[in-house]
């Protein structure tokens, strides 16, 4: 079976989510704050290898979603902080759907 990819991701202001729908139609609404906690880029990680949740020091929103090539999306938060890129199998690892265990 093919990796799956994003079909669509779609800010949901209200409930301060990012729900993303994928190609093996699993659908998933990622809290802002996971995802900026999970932001995987260096400057939040170091170079330990190991991405590790930190918790987001103040509530943020997610101010751009943008697609980069056909394996991630980078997404630009209200902290200013915008260089994370997240692959999908790492958005897929880590979905917070019952599901998915998360
Ligand atoms: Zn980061
Ligand atoms: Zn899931």
């Known amino acids: ?3 799956p990819v994003l079909t669509e991701a779609r800010r949901l202001p209200e409930e301060r989510r990012l729900r993303l729908t994928w190609s093996d139609h699993h659908v998933a609404e990622y809290p802002y704050d996971y995802l900026r906690g999970w932001c995987p ?4 990680q170091g170079h ?4 590790r949740y930190q918790p987001p020091a103040q509530p ?5 979603i943008k697609p980069v090539g056909n ?3 980078s997404i630009g938060w209200s902290d200013g902080h915008g260089t994370g890129i997240y692959r999908y199998d790492f958005l897929r690892e880590i979905c917070p759907c019952a599901e998915c265990g998360g």
């Not at 330990?48 to 991405?51: L, P, R, V």
């Not at 943020?60 to 751009?64: I, K, L, S, W, Y």
């Open 71 to 73: 394996y991630a999306i």
């Open 48 to 51: 330990s290898g190991k991405i």
């Open 41 to 44: 880029c260096a400057g939040c």
């Open 60 to 64: 943020v929103t997610a101010t751009t």
């Open 1 to 3: 079976m093919p990796a």
